[in-house]
Each structure stands twice: as structure tokens, then as C-alpha cells.
């Protein structure tokens, strides 16, 4: 299987939000002299689940990119034939030329992590910055992460790591393509 | 010339300024990274300063006030007529023997920041956040240690040892940041199997990666350290060759005395943390192999300059001073002088903290710069007359911010108001410059010149940054170094003999074999790479009068201060029962102070990458005693103030405070009028009315105060 996967820790993510802006910014996503809050789209979101009762408690947060899905929902939504996993690296991409901004896919995706340009009418997320990592790079989020809680690989190779590191993988979490670990 | 590429600079989105890398296209700022060669990070606002640089709010030439001052009126006029304005007013209060009722608040970038240049030359006083933010640790550490650290200086977190503890005690340091490697240095060395410690009444981002949150009441740090001084010592775990080699002859066994009957079971009832944690944490620091201790709110919560002196005693008798994961005490980088140097006024003499009715008080706690916080009491008692705000925005950031309001806007004589003249510097119009007489619009740190040194261990090192223009600055925007050697070319010439900025940081660099060129053709940082450890062995003692680390403070003998005073903040313990909580604000990474730069930022605002709004957080238990739901409208009112705002219920804070996050409340510019949220100040009192409980005993619980809250 080819299969290319970010592997989340949890044990590292602060939730501090400076992968989304950075991915923003690289992707060009935001219109610097009029973006207004609330509408500036994102290809992350930060998540986080607070349990137990004061004092005893606990808060653990973590990002939330495309899942580049194994079977992906938005592929089979789309009728434009639009999207595609790319064979090579299991990357779930959206070909802006092709997409005919039915929002199907917005619809169909799980994760709502699905953009949509209204002035251009097309949608568009994540795709682990395709072009960047063929040219030797990493994803801009992995390389911007403040505390070092994203990496980057082949999704075997970083279950490995996983495992060597004395991590415990999140299986419910890491459902599709992208790993969640923690101490 | 249009710029591309990756252009290496200083971050100033907060005053942590990082080094950073610009990508720059076409004269466009495209990407912001942290510096690989300094220490790799940038924070979210970093990340988010091209929104700030774009911002369709940016100033872009000099406004005059038409209407009354709060009004918010102006029209445009060129910079000859604002300096001319500025000139004349400046020379007149000089002729008639006033300089001193000049002030200037900014944060200084360095030591020699030309604007604090221009007011030492010109005989008027600079006036930072600084003593607010830091004045207890800075003073408690000149006495003890004879050094200087202050807030920028915690503890080198990627020098502690496995087994090594990380103590943060009110202190956001996933939030507040001193550099934006701190989070990394601190996972990274829990990794290596230190332990990090959070003592904070609120559940912080960094209490989430703690080993051990300890929910501690408001102003107890200072009883809880005085319980652990007292385990470790009765328990002989002190580190006696330290102590013996080190502490000055007597004060041990004056400290064994005080602290005698504060026992961590006593100390327990005023700090509301068990005693036997207080005992777990003392045993686990005393075997530690070091122990690094980070506060700030913590000193702002109460009776700072008491718990600076526990601090410092603690680290004392666990011998964690300028070790690998202790308190690094930094030294100055050896930059040349600019000749003549001038010396600027007397503090003493002339400060306006001192030259009210309280200025003999004051004597017992000297702050090292006027205090941001008396800008309202000066202007009342006629010892501030010019008040040019750069970067600064006390309309919003000051506790009491309705007296500040009030007093910029007294009458005085002949038709002019108290203070004469109010100038707001700024890259966008900002709470503060509804009320000045002129605005000055400045360049943004992407487009300005600035040599950055000061004993900010974390960020410089032992060493300095460049800060170099990216981008062009739109329209008629001049940096403010610039305009205030102009002033002091206009007003105290012999001190201005310099061509600009540029040469008079050329004079300081060759100090350093360096000069501008060769520093920017070096990729714009320096350093010695080292921050040494245990100097004073080599140095025969540690600044000290003596030489050694003064636990016994003589000189506050007369006001009970010689050891730290377990107690609450006294304003804590008065009207319980009218104001049963206490209002704590805190800080997220999101924002910084109460600055445009990040709340009239759109990035920085949004849900999805910032923080939008600020409700007040109250524990879920009490909330249901009090018949409040999450998401609520309430009213918080405190001995000075009142404010409405939304209810957010959570675990994550002591049932005996209200949480506000600090900062918001701006009635100015396009995002951040769209934001919601609410000012805290408008809860606090201003200083000056409230001296006896705050500054004349180093207290500085300026960010927080009693509250009472209703549906």
C-alpha cells in the first residue's frame, strides 16, 4: 500500500492554531486587505476534548486535516469525476480545473474539512501540499508546528515510529489515512 | 528595490520578537517561518503579522484632533506641521524647567532604543509595562542575587536535566510566550523526564501538558513556597553547600527563625493547597537535580514583591541559581556607547510616582522606571504634562483605564487640557488615539530598521538581533527612532551628532567587530552561543554588596518586609462577602496585551485560527448554584466597575474566581469592533487609589481584583 499520512501527537499538540494560519498562508487562502473573521477558509481545525470534574481534569487537543480516506466519500459524491486518491501517495486531491461546484462532496465528506470558493465557484482542502512534498518538502503544517507534534511520511513508517517511540496509536481516531498518537 | 526571497528579521507581534524568516514575492510578504538559525519557532501571531501588515486599518499619514479629545476627530496635516507641534511644545516645557513632565511609553527593543536615547538627553522619563509586569522579580532578584532577570528570563527549559522539575506558578508560558521555542523546550524535556509542575487558580494550555495542575487561591504562591522553604529546610534536604558556600553569613539562621511556624500545615490554610502536596513537592525539588521556576501572573496576583523574595529564597536554598535548569542570571552583550551618554533624570528626584502625596512611601520599594500605571494620578496632580504613547495603548491596557480616560481629557489652564499634549503613535488608529492630539503613523516590523539587545536571555541570547525592512512601508509611514532623533536633533543636538538609525547603530556594533552590513550580511543575528553556567565561581561572588545571595532584607526591617510575608493580597481578604470571587484574566497565545496588532487582526479574531471573544469562564459548580448557563449574559461588578458579558461554564477554574481573558474591549477598527468581547480594566482599580494595598508593599495584584457576579 502506498499511502502517505501525517501522524498527530496529542501528547504535543497545545492547540496554539499556528499550522492553520501557516497553511493559510502558503496555500494563499486569505485575502490580506479584506478578510473578515469567521470567513477565511482553512485547511486544519483544531480540536479538543476536556473530561473530568474539577480538579481533577484533563484537556488534550489536536488538529484535524483532510483524512485523505481510504474508501473517500467525497471521490464517489462527486460527479464531475473531480476527485481523485491519487495511486501514488493515497493523497485525496480535487482538481479545481474539473469541479463544477455541485458541493456534493461537502456534503458527503464526514469531516468537514472541505472548502468551497464561492467567487470561483470550486472546492478545495488539504492535499498534504502536493507539490511541495515532490519537490523534497514537508507539509507546510508539519514544519510550522510550534511543538513538533506533526510528522510526516509513508503511513507504515510512521506506525513504526509510532511503536518505537512507546506511542499508543488512537485507533478509533486514525480511522483513514492520517495517524493519532499519544504518550 | 523589490525584495524576493527568504529575508531573515525580528518578529514583533508580541514582545517576545523572535527571530524570523520573511518570504517576500514581488515586494509582497508572503510566508513567515521561525529562524532555523535562532530558535527555529514562530507562534501563531507571527504567523498571522501579514494580516496585520495588510490591514486595510493601516495609518498611513499624520493626523491632527479637530474635535474634543475622546471624540475621535482628525484631520490630516503633513509631518512638518506635527513635529513642528511636537518641537514647540517640547522646547517650551524644557525653558520653563519641566522636561521631567515629559513621558514616553513604549517598549524598549533594546538598551539604547533611540527613543529612550532622546528622553534621557532630553531630561524626560520612559514608561513601560516593564515595572508593571516585572518590577517584584527584578527587584527581588537585585537584592538577593544582584541580578536582573525578569520575565524574559526563565529558566533555559531546554537545559534541564532529566529528573528535573518545571515549575510554572502563574505563569502562561503556552501563552504568554518569552520565545516561541519555550512550548517545544518544555515538551521536549518532559520527554527526557522532567516534570512540569503548574500552580495556577486557572486550568491553563499548560496545566493540559502538566504532570501536576495545583488549583492554588489567588496570592497563596507566596504561602506555598514559604511551606516547601520550611519542609526542606526542617527536613535538612537544603542544599547545604550551597547554602554555606554562598548565603551570607547569618541570613540562613535568621531564615531558620521566620519561617519556623510556617509549616506547610499552616501555610496550607492560607494557600488552600494541601500540606501534604506542599510536603510532596518540597521532597521532590529537593531531589531533584534542578528545579527552574517561571512566575508572572503569579506576581501580579498579590503581594509580588513578597513572593519574588520566596522565590529567590527557594532557589537560594535548593541551590538553583545560574545552573542548567535553574534561574540563569544572563550577562549584558558588550555593545559600544554612543558618546556623550546621556544620563537622563532622576527617578528619584523627579519621577511623578514620587512627587504626589505619597512620596515618601514609596521609599521602601523603588520601581525601576515610572510605573504605566500612575499615567492617571500624574496627569491629576500636574507632574505629567506630554504624553507620547508608541506602541502603547493605555486606554485599554490600564488597570482603572476610566481614570486614565478621565484624566486625559481634565481641563487645565487657559483652555488647554491637563495634560498638554497627547501623541499616539501607532500602525492603526487604537483605543488611545481617540484622545490624542496627534497621530503618527508608524512602520510595522516588517518594513523598519531596529538593533534588538537587551538581557532577554530566551530570545537574544547573549547576542542581537537585526530587524530589517521586508517590505515598503505604505504611504507616509516613518518609524518612530527615526522621528525621535529628529526631535533630538531639534531639541538636545549634542546628543544627536549621529547622520540617522542606521549610523547610530553602526557606532554600538563596533563594539562587536560589526557594523549593520556585516550583521545583515550574516543573516542578521549574533551570539556568543553560550549563557554559561555558575559565573559567580568564576567572578568571586554574585553582585551582592557581599558578594553572596542576602536572604534578610534589612532595608524593609522598618515595614516588616525583611522576610517575605505569608499572606493573601490584602485586597483579597476585604469585602468577601460583597465580592465573593476573585477576577483572574489570563492569556492565550492568540493575543498579546491589548494591542491592535492582534486584535484588530483578522486571523488572530477568527474562531477557526484565533480567539473571537472572551466570556467569562466560572466554575459549572457554582454556576449551578447560581442558576447560570453556559452561555449566559451576566453582570461582573467589582469595588470600581461593572461589565456584561457572556457566561462560559467549565471545569477548569478554582469555584471561587471569575476568568477573563485579558485584552479585548476595543471599540476601534474594522475586525475588532467585529469581535466581541469585554475589557477587564474597566474591573480594576485604578493604582493610586488603592496604594496602600498595592504598590508602597510591592504588591501588584493590578490584574486582578473581587468580584460579585449576577444573571
Redesign the interface.
Known amino acids: 500500500m502506498k499511502q502517505l499520512s501525517l501522524m498527530i501527537d496529542l501528547?504535543?499538540c497545545?492547540?496554539?492554531?499556528?499550522c492553520?494560519?501557516?497553511c493559510?498562508?502558503?496555500h494563499?487562502l486569505?485575502d490580506?486587505?479584506?478578510?473578515?473573521?469567521?470567513?477565511?477558509p482553512?485547511y486544519l481545525?483544531?480540536e479538543s476534548k476536556?473530561e473530568?470534574?474539577?480538579?481533577e481534569?484533563?484537556?488534550?487537543?489536536w488538529v484535524v486535516p483532510c483524512q485523505h480516506c481510504k474508501n473517500a466519500l467525497c471521490v464517489k459524491a462527486c460527479k464531475s469525476d473531480a476527485i481523485t486518491k491519487d495511486p501514488d501517495t493515497g493523497i485525496v486531491r480535487i482538481n479545481k480545473e474539473k469541479c463544477s461546484g455541485e458541493k456534493d462532496c461537502i456534503e458527503a465528506c464526514p469531516y468537514g474539512v472541505i472548502q468551497f470558493n464561492k467567487q470561483e465557484n470550486y472546492a478545495h482542502k488539504c492535499d498534504l501540499c502536493f507539490d511541495l512534498i515532490h519537490a523534497g518538502g514537508t507539509p507546510v503544517c508539519v514544519?510550522?508546528c510550534?511543538?513538533?507534534a506533526i510528522s510526516f511520511g509513508e503511513k507504515q513508517t510512521l506506525r513504526q515510529q509510532a511503536k518505537d517511540e512507546g506511542k499508543e496509536i488512537l485507533k478509533k481516531m486514525s480511522a483513514q489515512s492520517i495517524l493519532y498518537v499519544h504518550n | 528595490m523589490k525584495k524576493n526571497g527568504w529575508i531573515p528579521t525580528v518578529c514583533y507581534q508580541c514582545k517576545a520578537e523572535c527571530a524570523i524568516m520573511v518570504r517576500v514575492e514581488d515586494g509582497c510578504i508572503k510566508e513567515v517561518r521561525g529562524n532555523p538559525k535562532a530558535r527555529g519557532k514562530a507562534c501563531v501571531k507571527g504567523m498571522a503579522g501579514i494580516s496585520l501588515e495588510y490591514n486595510k486599518d493601516r495609518l498611513t499619514q499624520p493626523l491632527k484632533r479637530i474635535g474634543k479629545r475622546g471624540e475621535g476627530k482628525f484631520k490630516p496635516v503633513s509631518w512638518d506641521e506635527a513635529l513642528e507641534i511636537i518641537t514647540d511644545k517640547l522646547k517650551a516645557l524644557k525653558d520653563r524647567g519641566e522636561a521631567h513632565k515629559l513621558t514616553a511609553s513604549f517598549f524598549p527593543h533594546s538598551i539604547t532604543d533611540p527613543k529612550w536615547r532622546f528622553l534621557n538627553a532630553y531630561g524626560g522619563f520612559i514608561n513601560t509595562a516593564l515595572p508593571h509586569c516585572d518590577s517584584a522579580k527584578i527587584i527581588s532578584c537585585i537584592k538577593t542575587m544582584g541580578g536582573v532577570p525578569n520575565h524574559h528570563i526563565p529558566p533555559a527549559w531546554y537545559t534541564v536535566p532529566k529528573d528535573g522539575i518545571m515549575i510554572l506558578a502563574g505563569r502562561h508560558a503556552f501563552g504568554g510566550l518569552d520565545d516561541a521555542s519555550v512550548p517545544v523546550h518544555i515538551l521536549d524535556a518532559k520527554e527526557r523526564g522532567a516534570k512540569l509542575v503548574v500552580i495556577d487558580p486557572i486550568f491553563t494550555a499548560d496545566a493540559a501538558k502538566a504532570d501536576w495542575w495545583i488549583p492554588i487561591k489567588p496570592a497563596g504562591d507566596t504561602a506555598f513556597f514559604l511551606g516547601m522553604i520550611h519542609h526542606i529546610i526542617t527536613n535538612n534536604l537544603y542544599n547545604k553547600k550551597f547554602v554555606d558556600n554562598w548565603v551570607r553569613e547569618g541570613d540562613f539562621d535568621k531564615l531558620k527563625n521566620y519561617i519556623e511556624d510556617k509549616t506547610p500545615k499552616a501555610m496550607s490554610k492560607i494557600c488552600d493547597v494541601p500540606a501534604a502536596d506542599i510536603k510532596k513537592l518540597a521532597t521532590e525539588c529537593a531531589k531533584a537535580p534542578s528545579v527552574g521556576v517561571d512566575s508572572f501572573k503569579g506576581i501580579m496576583l498579590g503581594q509580588a514583591l513578597d513572593f519574588g523574595h520566596a522565590w529567590t529564597i527557594f532557589l537560594a536554598v535548593t541551590g538553583n541559581i545560574d545552573n542548567p535548569g535553574g534561574q540563569p542570571l544572563p550577562d549584558l552583550t558588550p555593545m559600544a556607547s554612543v558618546e556623550p551618554v546621556p544620563a537622563g533624570p532622576d527617578l528619584y528626584e523627579l519621577g511623578w510616582h514620587r512627587t504626589g502625596k505619597d512620596k515618601d512611601s514609596f521609599s521602601n520599594y523603588s520601581f525601576i522606571m515610572e510605573p504605566t500605571w500612575y499615567q492617571a494620578q500624574a496627569i491629576k496632580n500636574g507632574d505629567l504634562k506630554v504624553l507620547i504613547n508608541s506602541e502603547a495603548n493605555p486606554a485599554l491596557t490600564e488597570m482603572g483605564q476610566k481614570e486614565w480616560c478621565d484624566a486625559v481629557c481634565m481641563a487645565g489652564d487657559n483652555d488647554e487640557y491637563k495634560l498638554e499634549l497627547l501623541v499616539s503613535y501607532e500602525i492603526m488608529l487604537s483605543e488611545t488615539s481617540k484622545y490624542a492630539d496627534l497621530v503618527l503613523p508608524d512602520k510595522s516590523y516588517f518594513e523598519r530598521w531596529e538593533l534588538l539587545y537587551m538581557p532577554w536571555f530566551y530570545n537574544f541570547e547573549t547576542g542581537i538581533l537585526l530587524r530589517q525592512p521586508v517590505v515598503e512601508a505604505p504611504g507616509e509611514c516613518r518609524h518612530s527612532n527615526n522621528v525621535f532623533i529628529e526631535l533630538g536633533k531639534r531639541l538636545v543636538p549634542e546628543y544627536f551628532t549621529f547622520k540617522d538609525d542606521l549610523e547610530y547603530y553602526d557606532i554600538q556594533l563596533a563594539g562587536l567587530g560589526l557594523s549593520v552590513k556585516k550583521l545583515q550580511d550574516m543573516g542578521g543575528l549574533w551570539s556568543t552561543r553560550t549563557m554559561g553556567f555558575r559565573k559567580y565561581e568564576q567572578s568571586g561572588g554574585f553582585g551582592t554588596p557581599s558578594g553572596k545571595l542576602h536572604l534578610y532584607w534589612e532595608d524593609l526591617e522598618g515595614v516588616n518586609q525583611a522576610m517575605p510575608r505569608s499572606g493573601l493580597a490584602q485586597e483579597y481578604e476585604v469585602d468577601i462577602d460583597k465580592y465573593p470571587f476573585v477576577l483572574i484574566s489570563y492569556r492565550t497565545i492568540f493575543h498579546s496585551g491589548a494591542g491592535q496588532w492582534t486584535h484588530n487582526n483578522p486571523q488572530l479574531r477568527d474562531t477557526v485560527s484565533g480567539f473571537f471573544d472572551n466570556p467569562a469562564l466560572i466554575n459549572k459548580s457554582v454556576a449551578t448554584k447560581l442558576n447560570i448557563k453556559d452561555g449566559d449574559n451576566i453582570t461582573i461588578t467589582s469595588r470600581t466597575g461593572q461589565i456584561k458579558c457572556k457566561a462560559k461554564l467549565t471545569e477548569r477554574i478554582r469555584p471561587d474566581c471569575i476568568g477573563l481573558a485579558h485584552g479585548f474591549g476595543s471599540t476601534v477598527g474594522t475586525t475588532a469592533t467585529i469581535g466581541q468581547g469585554v475589557n477587564d480594566n474597566i474591573l480594576i482599580p485604578d493604582a493610586g487609589s488603592t496604594l496602600n494595598w498595592q504598590d508602597l508593599v510591592g504588591g501588584e495584584s493590578h490584574v486582578s481584583t473581587r468580584v460579585r457576579i449576577e444573571k
Do not use: H, Q, W
Open positions: 501528547s504535543r497545545i492547540g496554539c492554531k499556528t492553520i494560519v501557516a493559510r498562508n502558503f494563499g486569505v490580506y486587505e479584506a478578510a473578515l473573521p469567521n470567513e477565511i482553512f481545525r483544531v476536556r473530568g470534574v474539577y480538579p481534569i484533563s484537556v488534550n487537543s514544519e510550522t510550534m511543538t513538533d
